[in-house]
């Protein structure tokens, strides 16, 4: 009978493990198809038989104190982390809504799970195995113990499930329509169980982690630098997804405070690239030898990247700043036009939506599946967004200027204030409106002769405004627990907006210190959009719903619009080679190689 047992169970294993391989899968696609086939060599837009060597200088700004960038506390880099971990799937850049086998071998796509068969060959770099003990625990220790931003982003999660050593399921929420989630389950780095034993996740440290990715840490300067070495038993350095990536032997990482001293770090032959962000610089200052020569490279790189969305954000939870009159009022007074024309030679285009350069612009009037989506909302919306299209203030002339001041007074004036003795009042408290803007020290050069204009309009309606540069750490502490008024931000936006936007403006977030709500933005029609889009099954759905989201963030005038390039900017040493390639990446360093 026991010989029996043992012998239905062994049929019944086989069974089950084939049933369960017949639902495996190569990839997981989002929206409709992929790319790439199974048999796919490279990605297009790298070259995969790029020569390995030589060594790259690149600069990071501020400082780091912790070689963990998942947690609140501390600062990290966050490139590291992208060099010496690996996740179970990869998204390139010509294949957004797509993840490709990377430490998964296949893909399990269940009802209400996600499973992931590993890679047998996936090392970390001690050459240990990675398993699903230790996927488990990078999940766990980032929802438990890692920022907020992860509780938020993989909330849908209801329980993990080690089938063996390498096959792993996510189980989802009961009655979970989240569309996203097991594309962005294939995002998280994994990390050695082994490599935290007797070590608290959720505090930062200098121990140079385990790592498992294309490059180990060599050495270090706490603060000032950081050196990484390619490492040779790489495992994954053959996969399709792993080609033509990751060429140097060598990557430094040196540190400062301010963006403009990487200009002469660059010319004085310190640091190999730089990204410029200062369209007065990158219009004079590179006219030098150097550059005419040919030494230093001088080059922009075209992008389709969703425009970064650069703003002031405005502190919500200030009682001045409640009133949505107040908001468009003190938008009303920031003078693009000028800055651009005087400052930025006419290098960029303001930003004219939380999506601007991708598909998801709400433009005009809302019309079609959009419109359907608003009505259901419009007791709470009001009439006014589906009568009037939003659009930024036209401060082109002078005449245009005055006449969006006296807007802006108007404004103030039925939110209950009056210029009295030169300055703007509070009718009932009599207190003057006066606020502070914040920035980071990377960022304070640049910005001070932009805010001295628009300090100066909102002088001219009795606004008292002070502009003040922090330390990059000191300016990180205020934002992670919401102290300031307004302050200068910048995020990068997906191109495939889904889970994130909980965190970036979804109201649970809005009182977690350290999320991405940094507004403190708390709507319930937002909330519900959000929803929306994270289970939508279609992508016209999805489109319209991102859309009809856009317009209402616009219309409550939560932030102030600053400014985008369609290009990467870029100097370097010319001594690196790079993909020809028709798609519009940007700038990405690691696809390029030494020159011979």
Not at 39 to 46: Q, R, T
Not at 200 to 215: M, N, Q, R, T, V
């Amino acid at each position: 009978m026991k010989k029996l047992k043992i012998a239905f169970f062994a049929v019944f294993f086989v069974l089950s493990c084939a049933n369960a391989a017949s639902a495996f899968e190569n990839k997981i696609a989002l929206y409709g198809a992929a790319k790439y086939p199974d048999d796919f060599k490279a990605f297009d837009y790298v070259n995969p038989d790029a020569k390995k060597g030589g060594r790259i200088v690149m600069p990071e700004y501020g400082g780091f104190d912790n070689f963990n960038p998942f947690i609140l506390k501390g600062t990290a880099s966050g490139t590291v982390a992208g060099l010496i971990w690996d996740s179970l799937g990869f998204t390139p850049a010509d294949d957004i809504s797509v993840a490709y086998p990377l430490i998964a071998e296949k893909f399990e796509l269940g009802e209400d799970y996600v499973g992931f068969l590993l890679n047998p060959e996936a090392r970390f770099a001690d050459g240990s195995p990675v398993l699903a003990d230790d996927v488990i625990f990078s999940f766990e220790a980032l929802i438990e113990k890692g920022a907020p931003i992860y509780r938020a982003y993989y909330a849908d999660v209801d329980r993990t499930e080690k089938l063996n050593d390498r096959y792993v399921r996510f189980y989802f929420k009961k009655g979970t329509q989240n569309k996203e989630l097991p594309l962005i389950l294939t995002q998280f780095k994994i990390m050695p169980k082994k490599d935290w034993a007797g070590r608290d996740f959720s505090k930062p440290s200098l121990e140079i982690p385990l790592g498992g990715g294309a490059y180990k840490i060599k050495d270090f300067e706490a603060g000032k630098y950081i050196t990484l070495v390619r490492d040779n038993t790489y495992w994954a350095k053959d996969l399709p997804v792993r080609k033509g990536f990751f060429n140097f032997d060598e990557i430094r990482i040196d540190y400062y405070q301010d963006t403009t001293v990487t200009l002469q770090a660059l010319f004085a032959g310190n640091i190999d690239v730089r990204e410029e962000y200062i369209a007065k610089i990158w219009a004079t200052g590179y006219d030098n030898d150097l550059v005419k020569s040919g030494k230093v490279v001088k080059k922009a790189f075209e992008h389709n990247n969703p425009a970064v969305l650069q703003h002031f954000a405005i502190n919500l939870r200030r009682d001045k700043f409640k009133d949505k009159r107040v908001r468009r009022a003190l938008d009303l007074a920031f003078n693009f036009d000028f800055a651009n024309e005087k400052l930025f030679y006419g290098a960029y285009k303001r930003l004219s939506s939380y999506f601007t350069n991708t598909p998801y612009e709400a433009k005009g009037l809302p019309d079609g599946r959009e419109k359907e989506i608003l009505e259901k909302y419009r007791n709470a919306l009001g009439d006014e967004i589906f009568e009037f299209e939003f659009k930024l203030p036209d401060n082109a002339t002078p005449q245009k200027l005055r006449n969006n001041l006296k807007e802006a007074v108007r404004l103030f004036k039925e939110a209950g204030y009056e210029i009295i003795d030169g300055k703007m009042r509070d009718v009932k408290t009599g207190r003057p409106f006066e606020f502070e803007i914040l920035t980071n020290s990377a960022n304070g050069n640049t910005f001070t002769r932009v805010m001295l204009p628009f300090i100066n309009n909102l002088k001219k309606i009795g606004i008292k405004a002070t502009f003040r540069t922090l330390e990059v750490n000191v300016f990180k502490n205020r934002m992670d627990n919401f102290d300031f008024d307004m302050a200068i931000m910048s995020y990068r936006i997906s191109a495939m907006p889904g889970n994130e936007l909980k965190e970036l403006y979804g109201s649970k977030s809005a009182d977690i210190k350290g999320s991405y709500n940094v507004s403190g933005i708390q709507n319930k029609v937002v909330d519900d959009l959000i929803d929306e889009i994270i289970k939508a099954d279609e992508r016209d759905e999805y489109i319209a719903l991102i859309k009809a989201l856009d317009r209402v963030l616009l219309s409550e005038y939560y932030l102030i619009f600053q400014w985008y390039s369609p290009y990467n900017r870029v100097g370097y040493q010319n001594k690196f080679l790079m993909p020809e390639t028709d798609e519009k990446i940007g700038f990405d360093p690691m696809t390029w190689w030494a020159k011979p």
